[in-house]
Antibody, heavy 121, light 109 residues
């Protein structure tokens, strides 16, 4: 069974760079059938797609975050990572990683449990 | 690009049916059959309920169904149960991005 696990610092100061890693187990990240995505959810608010990456390194990002976001993949470690620069309090959220199935309209059956990142001085 | 539009809340009684709408544009919902629906309970990751507008993943009850007309997709839950209470989100893949709806809180009275 596929498992995804987010990891990274839970507390950041404004202007710092958020760095999270999603470790994938139970299946290779280098599959032609999937993209790997990051989604976030501010406390008490809705879900927001951040961006996604293919195992080859091809990425596509939410236009509203594109200038601050970098997603990368390490197929040797079955991990993919998120970097979000110049964070503010508005970036405080639970960050989820998920597998997006190309064959089912890029929907996500498999999600990480989520990790809370708080931005505060 | 704007988020897809969902009603903030809907409610129903056990046994009844409810429908949640998700309105987009010809660039997303109307242009692709890539609408998905997720259920989320407090403190939990979202769970996929519908993909490709009408399809249910294995293990999802057939009380959940999806449809689309023009730029609006809909999720219908029949035979409401207390366990159905939670937040529901639609998404649409647009070819270059993924859009989420603002979410709908379902209350089972």
């Amino acid at each position: 069974q596929l498992q995804l696990q987010e990891s990274g610092p839970g507390l950041l100061k404004p202007s710092e760079t958020l760095s999270l890693t999603c470790s994938v187990s139970g299946g290779p990240i280098s599959s032609s059938s999937y993209y790997w995505g990051w989604i976030r959810q501010p406390p008490g608010k809705g879900l927001e797609w951040i961006g996604s990456i293919y195992y080859t390194g091809y990425t596509y990002y939410n236009p509203s975050l594109q200038s601050r976001v970098t997603i990368s993949v390490d197929t040797s470690k079955d991990q993919f990572s998120l970097k979000l620069s110049s964070v503010t309090a508005a970036d405080t959220a639970v960050y989820y990683c998920a597998r997006q199935d190309i064959l089912t309209g890029y929907s996500s059956t498999d999600w990480g449990q989520g990790t809370l990142v708080t931005v505060s001085s | 690009q704007s988020a897809l539009t969902q009603p903030a809340s809907v409610s129903g009684s056990p046994g009844q049916s409810i429908t949640i709408s998700c309105t987009g544009t010809t660039s997303d919902v109307g242009g692709y059959n890539y609408v998905s629906w997720y259920q989320q309970h407090p403190g939990k990751a979202p769970q996929l309920m519908i993909y490709d507008v009408t399809n249910r993943p294995s293990g999802v009850s057939d009380r959940f169904s999806g449809s689309k007309s023009g730029n609006t997709a809909s999720l219908t839950i029949s035979g409401l149960q207390v366990a159905d209470e939670g937040d529901y989100y639609c998404t649409s893949y647009t070819g270059s991005s993924t859009l989420f709806g603002g979410g709908t809180r379902l209350t089972v009275l």
